[in-house]
């Protein structure tokens, strides 16, 4: 643990302008991680000051981070996240809906502070579920039908290169590089591939 706490609010406020809990627009990942961190301290029952002492960062960041403001670190987080003794996935996982299209530009993304890097969680695993890897390669044509799964199969895919239209319960969701879904596997489904080689990572998720 660091001998000098870390304030990084001050210096991250600028990488967004948006202003927390505007209530025309959906929350951005700062509001959402605001959020999260909230409420996982008081669940713990910690005061603010505790969390910030066990974490190791500035009770002023601390405060800057619950009230939405500045871009933390992966490296915050994951003190945070010790401080709180609870998984790192507790405090990013965004709102759980039957169908959800995550955007990449949308989602908390965490820098390092020591190399080229930066962490994005998609989507936590439920401590009852077992979860099933998939690498898909398609090409523009005929649209891949697929038949319901298992009751309670969840199908998870991220779209690495290409574009892609998933169909399923009545609505089209269009995917673009870095772009996640998630929708019920039990569900009829039909994947199309928009652009020549188009790579997707399926996680099929049975419960």
Do not use: C
Request: glycine share 6%.
């Amino acid at each position: 643990m660091s001998s000098q706490p870390r304030d990084e609010t001050t210096a991250n406020a600028t990488a967004d302008n948006s202003e927390p809990g505007d209530p025309s627009s959906a929350p951005t990942p700062r509001e959402q991680i605001a959020v999260a961190i909230k409420r996982e301290r008081m669940r713990a029952n910690l005061s603010l000051s505790e969390v910030a002492r066990r974490a190791g960062i500035g009770k002023s960041t601390m405060s800057g981070l619950e009230a939405g403001a500045g871009n933390p670190s992966v490296e915050t987080m994951w003190a945070l996240a010790a401080a709180l003794d609870i998984p790192l996935a507790r405090l990013l996982d965004p709102p759980q809906h039957e169908v959800a299209l995550l955007h990449a530009k949308d989602l908390p993304s965490l820098p390092s502070n020591t190399a080229n890097y930066a962490a994005t969680l998609l989507s936590a695993s439920p401590s009852n579920a077992r979860r099933d890897v998939y690498f898909i390669q398609a090409e523009p044509g005929q649209p891949r039908d697929s038949q319901p799964h298992p009751v309670g199969t969840i199908e998870h895919v991220i779209l690495g290169q290409g574009a892609a239209r998933i169909e399923v319960l009545g609505q089209a969701y269009e995917l673009h590089v870095g772009d996640y879904l998630t929708y019920p596997g039990d569900q009829p489904h039909k994947f199309t591939a928009l652009k020549p080689e188009t790579t997707v990572v399926f996680i099929v998720e049975s419960r």
